[in-house]
């Protein structure tokens, strides 16, 4: 069963920066693609940023210019770079790798943007 392993979450003041790592436990070449998604409080999940095997990217409207979605293909982990944090960016965030039909989560790591 494959698993994901999230981390870098935390509390940041307004315009901070923090970098989320997902590193699942199989290649991330047998992904289709990686991608975060985030739920706020009383909020459905929403698609952060999406990464394809292919080097395609791409994002939600609100997190462009501001957030970058990367891989590392010597460590087998992909990154989700946030800068210029805005107190809306305050969520649960997810990361997720789908292969065909079959998509697999992580726990979610909590951000928190707040002064």
């Known amino acids: 069963q494959v698993q994901l392993a999230e981390s870098g979450g935390g509390l940041v003041q307004p315009g901070g920066s923090l970098r989320l790592s997902c590193a699942p436990s199989e290649s991330i070449f047998s992904f289709n693609y990686m991608a975060w998604y985030r739920q706020a409080p009383g909020k459905e999940r929403e698609l952060v940023a999406r990464n394809f095997s292919g080097g395609t990217t791409n994002y939600a409207d609100s997190v462009k210019e501001r957030f970058t979605i990367s891989r590392d293909i010597a460590k087998n982990t992909v990154f989700l770079q946030m800068n210029s944090l805005e107190i809306e960016d305050t969520a649960v965030y997810y990361c997720?790798?789908?292969?065909?039909?079959?998509?697999?989560w992580g726990r979610g790591t909590q951000v928190s943007v707040s002064s």
């Open positions: 997720n790798a789908q292969r065909g039909a079959m998509g697999v």
